[in-house]
């Protein structure tokens, strides 16, 4: 979240658990069209969620999708995950990786430091959430 470059996740298939969460920290995600679903298991296997994990939930998606999706580990299939607002866009397999270059290479051209520095600005709040977990 922090990191002063654009990171862009490629997600290939499914994201469970701590890689939903992994995808959420970047700043674009690009799922395969034909495979994958975005769950947040954690309720099903007896894993609570912490607050900085929930808050990184509740700035990507709405909170009634944060919600949703935290209390029924229900497995958000990509369109669905698309129009909640958990990834950014979905295209074919063939696709993934030159959609996920393309979302990059749009911001890397952005002045290093003012975009770093946006980013902080931007993600501040659910980033000082994570500060002393561990």
Sequence with gaps: MLLPVPTV?????HAFAAGVFLALACDDRVMRSDRGWFCISEVDVGVPIGAPMTNLLKAKATPQVARDATLSGHRDPVDEAVAAGIADTMVSETELVSEAKKLASN???KERGVFGKL????NAEV???FEGEG
């Design 9 to 13: 996740a490629a997600l290939n298939g």
């Design 119 to 122: 980013k902080q600005t931007i």
């Design 107 to 109: 911001l890397v051209t």
């Design 127 to 129: 980033a000082a959430g």
